[in-house]
């Protein structure tokens, strides 16, 4: 079975600053998805950045890129420029490319916005 | 488009009572998923439905039941609710094939609290 790890559970950045939130999964695949999703208060959960496992290049959604290491399977967030509006609960995500195409979460890291 | 309309938005059950969460979607996915999201454990699939009279069990299947009768609707019944039930729940819904677009699109949530 697919494992996402997010091993940080909470994280705060200075707005207009950077920060980078860490992803890992285990998978035998050579083919899948990978996805950041947000959770604001709102409870709603937002797409941030998509990233396929075929493509080389990082994807990147104007503040919001990703540092894919497929070797590693490692799948970094990187928000630049942090906003107010960028508080909210972070989730990595992987969806398998075999059998029912199921999404799994990771734990989840809490991001917090300092003015 | 609605998306995914999710009902209720919150929810007091007494222990040992029964109820069904709704769950619709307007974008004619196949897939079809239900998520409980607990603190500290992100979100865990609960059932999936990869179309219409198909369903099968997820991570934490145990005391949920599910049916898809049409390709538009994905109901989830608690049959006889327990504490540990207690948890906001998800219900989300996607095209199968990547091919035809990887997005997972999420209702509101239900916040279910059993007492």
């Known amino acids: 079975a697919q494992t996402v790890t997010q091993s940080q559970p909470e994280m705060s950045v200075q707005e207009a600053e950077t920060v980078t939130l860490s992803c890992t999964y285990d998978?035998?695949?050579?083919?899948?998805?990978l996805f950041w999703y947000k959770q604001p208060p709102s409870r709603q959960m937002i797409l941030v950045i998509r990233q396929e496992a075929y493509k080389q290049q990082n994807a990147t959604e104007n503040r919001f890129s990703v540092n894919f290491q497929k070797a590693a399977k490692s799948f970094s967030l990187k928000i630049s420029d942090s906003q107010l509006g960028d508080a909210a609960m972070y989730f990595c995500?992987?969806?398998?490319?075999?059998?029912?195409?199921?999404?799994?979460f990771g734990t989840g890291t809490r991001l917090t916005v300092i003015p | 488009n609605a998306g995914v309309t999710q009902t209720p938005k919150f929810q007091v059950l007494k222990t040992g009572q029964s109820m069904t969460l709704q769950c619709a979607q307007d974008?004619?996915?196949?897939?079809m998923s239900w998520y409980r999201q607990d603190p500290g454990m992100g979100l865990r699939l609960i059932h999936y439905?990869?179309?219409?009279?198909?369903?099968d069990q997820g991570e934490v299947p145990n005391g949920y039941n599910v049916s898809r009768s049409t390709t538009e609707d994905f109901p989830l019944r608690l049959l006889s609710a327990a504490p540990s039930q207690t948890s906001v729940y998800f219900c989300?819904?996607?095209?199968?094939?990547?091919?035809?677009?990887?997005?997972?699109?999420f209702g509101q949530g239900t916040r279910l609290t059993v007492v």
């Open positions: 974008m004619n996915h196949e897939y």
């Open positions: 439905s990869v179309g219409a009279g198909i369903t």
């Open positions: 995500a992987y969806r398998t490319q075999t059998g029912a195409n199921n999404l799994f």
């Open positions: 998978t035998s695949e050579s083919d899948y998805y």
């Open positions: 989300a819904s996607s095209y199968r094939r990547p091919i035809r677009g990887t997005e997972a699109f």
